[in-house]
């Protein structure tokens, strides 16, 4: 083990020399730069990897810092928490959008934290060391993970706080120390209506009209945070075939699981998701319906389902591609012979395909009973009630005996969502609960024991109202109250929803304790000895799947040919109000009064009609979309483009539809990633939304030409 761990530590600086393509989500201390200057001729320098890391930020997905006063820069589906969060029922900013011309005016965004990867340490043999060799899985499982535990805590000291990623299935660990920064404030946000043009009918499709993005700003005691590393803005934009790199926090790839995994996703978990997903969408679309406040309210809820709907079947249909499948149960099957006919290998390994095979049948026939074992059925103040409940027994273990999520280094977030003041929709809730509980009663029948247990003989809808119209978890004080109470306050509450919650626990713990070891553990293990074949066999020619934390991509800006026709590497706004005329500026190809009010207008019977742009106020054929070919996936949202002098040329949004599968393959034929492009984001904050102080912050006051008296009037 000692050997192997010292190979891998050595070798992973070297990893992907021998990638084929520009595949690849690389981590930052294995950047094929060899191989990037034998195609490109660009040499990477450490500084340049430095500086790129230092000024990409972590936020839910992606973003990253453009200014020495905590300017950053993401996506407005990224932002879209804050922008909601501070709406009201009389000013909703997803609607009219936002900008803070003074820093003076810039909203807190409640519960959001930003941070910074600012070092990275190999500890595989630190908790490598914790597993001995007569370990079961299970028990192995659990040393680790007090083995990180106790790693995390002793790096961690405000303002940082530290993480140990796991990669190639536990193969290698990294240590991860970020620096935090947990006062974030709205600065700048289109109206949604451009930012998400063509809804979700246009969703990861191409052509694509979109100015997806918002700006923030961190602060730290009361100030705009000094930031000394951030990305300048390019003044030139992107060429067609430039070679670009892209640094964000890709979420999850499978590209090295397993042929019996992937079957299970294919035809288990992406089903049920599927299915699941599609009641929650049409549940919540007939509860905004009823009043605008409502829509206001499940708005940005129904975009993330509608999205991670159409990008779960994307993924489903590479596992669907038959040819695919049999291409990796091929390569699968090379890999086990080889094992096979190995002596010493048989002898390490075994056989973890097998055992991998039986944790998935396990994991079948667990089905969803073990699902809703673990559900708070949609409601939020019953996912409030379990985190209480839960957090009440954890804190009294030992850090490395908790689960994951109550770490001592976990509770600081966990804190600040617990006691977050944003709003509560009880009236949502109820919906929502009485939906997940009838779906309970649909799937495992009513006379089933758990259902007969958590319903106690009331209606889904009777019992939904009693539990959300009785708890006061909507209340911060109550929430703090039994928070710190520890156990004692959660033993003695009354709260119908705390009781629930506290009824079920024991049988939630024993269903994940199941889990964790007939399936997580044999998983993780198994899925250790196949990384370590695959280095064994094929040195270290793939980088590890995406795991939320920060990669580097790269390929080119490059248009493609689909069915026959050509499609251009870049749109321009020009096109954007072409295609709204197509639709007649209706609902989702709407765009927005500050938008038509530039309109260049369209040819009738030698007439121009419904022309609303003044010369010189909006160059029409500025980019404002692009493709290119770097590898990414969901999570890459926010991430930042940039050129080969380290400079903003344009921000990741989406990939088209082709582009989904890449989540188990990597294609550059036809999937392609697609950008806001720095040029057009200028272009619209200077002509349309006159928002020339941020336009001076990110690119100079050299380069704004004043605005003109029309426009300023035009503005009023």
């Not at 079957?263 to 997903?277: A, H, I, T």
């Amino acid at each position: 083990m000692k050997r192997f761990v010292a190979l891998v530590i050595g070798v992973c600086l070297l990893a992907g020399v021998f990638a084929l393509a520009d595949e690849g989500m690389w981590l930052y201390n294995a950047v094929p730069k060899d191989k990037i200057k034998a195609k490109y001729g660009f040499e990477i320098t450490q500084s340049w990897l430095d500086h790129l890391r230092l000024s990409s930020v972590r936020l839910g997905a992606s973003a990253s810092f453009v200014s020495a006063d905590g300017l950053i820069f993401t996506n407005h589906h990224v932002g879209a928490g804050c922008v909601h969060n501070v709406s009201t029922k009389e000013n909703d900013y997803m609607q009219v959008g936002f900008y803070a011309e003074t820093q003076a005016k810039e909203p807190k965004c409640q519960g959001m934290e930003a941070s910074v990867l600012e070092n990275i340490e190999d500890v595989t043999a630190k908790v490598s060391a914790a597993v001995k060799p007569e370990m079961k899985p299970a028990e192995a499982l659990q040393a680790q993970r007090a083995a990180t535990a106790t790693l995390e805590k002793d790096c961690t000291v405000a303002p940082y706080r530290c993480e140990v990623v796991s990669l190639y299935a536990g193969a290698l660990y990294h240590l991860y120390k970020y620096r935090r920064f947990s006062d974030l404030r709205l600065v700048f946000a289109p109206e949604y209506d451009v930012a998400f043009f063509g809804g979700d009918p246009d969703n990861f499709t191409y052509p694509r009209f979109d100015l997806d993005i918002t700006f923030l700003r961190a602060y730290e005691n009361d100030k705009p945070a000094k930031i000394e590393h951030f990305l300048k803005w390019s003044k030139t934009g992107v060429k067609d075939g430039e070679l670009v790199f892209v640094s964000g926090h890709p979420g999850s790839t499978g590209r090295l699981t397993t042929y019996a995994q992937m079957e299970y996703l294919r035809d288990v978990q992406y089903p049920r998701g599927l299915k699941s997903m599609e009641r929650r969408i049409k549940l919540l679309k007939a509860f905004g319906a009823q009043s605008p406040e409502n829509a206001r309210i499940v708005e940005r809820m129904v975009f993330g389902l509608e999205n991670s709907y159409k990008a779960t079947v994307g993924y489903n249909s590479g596992l669907l591609d038959k040819a695919f499948m049999v291409r990796k149960q091929a390569d699968e099957k090379k890999m086990r012979d080889a094992v096979a006919a190995n002596p010493k290998l048989k002898a390490e390994f075994g056989d973890p395909w097998t055992d991998l095979e039986k944790a998935v049948a396990i994991q079948k026939e667990m089905g969803v009973r073990a699902v809703f074992a673990e559900s708070t059925f949609g409601a939020g103040l019953l996912a409030t009630a379990r985190t209480l409940v839960r957090a009440a027994d954890e804190k009294q273990k030992p850090n490395g005996q908790r689960m994951r999520e109550f770490h001592d280094t976990s509770l600081p977030q966990l804190e600040r969502r617990l006691f977050s003041t944003l709003p509560v929709y009880k009236s949502l809730d109820v919906v929502q609960l009485t939906d997940g509980l009838q779906d309970m009663v649909e799937t495992l029948g009513p006379n089933d024991p758990f259902v007969q247990k958590v319903l106690g003989g009331k209606s889904p809808e009777e019992f939904a109202k009693t539990i959300i119209d009785g708890t006061k978890l909507d209340d911060v004080a109550v929430r703090k109250q039994l928070y710190e109470g520890g156990k004692a306050a959660i033993d003695a509450s009354t709260d119908p929803a705390i009781a629930l919650m506290k009824a079920l626990d024991p049988e939630a713990r024993a269903v994940r304790k199941q889990i964790e070891e007939q399936v997580t553990s044999v998983e993780q293990r198994a899925g250790t000895q196949i990384a370590k074949i695959m280095f064994a066999e094929k040195g270290f020619t793939e980088p590890p799947d995406a795991t939320g934390t920060l990669r580097l991509s790269y390929g080119v800006v490059k248009g493609y040919n689909e069915n026959g026709q050509k499609v251009p590497y870049f749109t321009t706004f020009g096109g954007a109000y072409q295609h709204a005329a197509k639709h007649e500026n209706k609902a989702p190809y709407f765009l927005p009064e500050t938008w038509m009010a530039f309109n260049p207008g369209e040819k009738k019977a030698g007439k121009i009609v419904n022309a609303g742009l003044k010369a010189g106020q909006l160059k029409t054929d500025t980019p404002l979309n692009f493709v290119s070919t770097p590898d990414i996936i969901g999570g890459n949202s926010g991430s930042p483009v940039v050129n080969k002098a380290g400079e903003i040329v344009g921000i990741i949004f989406d990939g088209n539809i082709q582009s989904l599968p890449m989540r188990f393959m990597y294609e550059d034929v036809v999937g392609r990633a697609v950008s806001v492009d720095s040029r057009g984001i200028i272009e619209a904050l200077r002509g349309i939304y006159n928002a020339t102080p941020l336009v001076e912050e990110l690119v100079g006051k050299q380069a704004v030409p004043a605005p003109t008296p029309a426009t300023k009037k035009e503005k009023k």
